[in-house]
């Protein structure tokens, strides 16, 4: 003889599987409708190290620091969907990402763009998203540690910075970025355009902590940070460490960004 046994909670159970199986099939919906506005690539650049640049338009478009947009490419794959992070500031013109060969998909993108010149393959793009990085320019000093791939969300940063010098901005009161940058046999950085390099390597954050204290004893740094937990500690003491006990003097303020 069988014995079925229930509880009275087991039949409700459905209202809880209900509500996020509603919210993902809004959520698909959504990005099916946001990812059939044409997007038009208007320059395509290939930098040393396989890594390319895709620069495009989208109406309607409006995007802020240290934000990411999904993309798709449907020659590739119809449903995969990646993360990538802003590189453009709001600034300009055009909206930019940057892509590393790092997996099959990512391969076969690169890869579709060497072979293609025109037409290029059809992009889809659903964003921007993320947590907006505007609190960088608050700061009359930044502080800004990207490691690993970590670095892109900054060249948005140091762009924006760069136009808002350009134009006056009275908003802004950074009056100092220290930043670091590669491939020192081109004329302008991989990722910002700018002049100023990014220097690559491990810092003896001691040595920068206290540099940057005895140069502005009496200023607010910001120190942003897109990168491990490790790391994330290590800076954490280090502004403890510097931050002066008299507040009208040099203090450092932690950010942890999560791109």
């Not at 099939?25 to 038009?40: D, H, M, N, P, T």
């Not at 391969?107 to 072979?115: G, P």
């Not at 220097?199 to 502005?216: K, L, V």
């Amino acid at each position: 003889m069988c014995h079925l046994t229930f509880y009275p909670g087991s039949v409700q159970s459905w209202k809880w599987i209900l509500a996020p199986v509603v919210l993902y099939i809004f959520e698909r919906i959504l990005r099916f409708y946001r990812s059939q506005q044409k997007v038009a690539i208007t320059k395509v650049v290939m930098h040393p190290s396989r890594v390319l640049e895709l620069q495009m338009n989208k109406c309607g478009f409006r995007m802020e620091v240290g934000q990411y947009i999904f993309v798709n490419c449907p020659s590739i794959s119809l449903l995969e969907w990646h993360p990538f992070t802003l590189t453009s500031a709001p600034e300009e013109d055009f909206f930019s990402i940057h892509i590393r060969a790092a997996g099959d998909w990512t391969e076969k993108l690169i890869k579709a763009f060497e072979q293609q010149h025109s037409p290029f393959p059809r992009i889809e793009v659903d964003g921007p998203f993320g947590t907006v990085s505007e609190d960088v320019f608050q700061y009359e000093v930044a502080m800004l540690v990207g490691a690993g791939i970590g670095v892109t969300p900054f060249a948005s940063i140091l762009k924006s910075i760069w136009h808002k010098f350009r134009h006056a901005d009275h908003n802004l009161k950074t009056q100092k970025a220290g930043h670091a940058v590669l491939n020192f046999d081109k004329a302008t950085d991989i990722l910002t355009g700018l002049k100023q390099k990014t220097f690559f390597g491990r810092p003896m954050w001691d040595n920068e902590f206290s540099s940057i204290a005895t140069a502005h004893p009496k200023s607010v740094v910001g120190v942003f940070l897109c990168g491990p937990r490790t790391l994330a500690r290590s800076l954490q003491k280090c502004c403890h460490r510097y931050s002066s006990l008299d507040p009208r003097k040099v203090q450092f303020y932690f950010n942890k960004e999560n791109f």
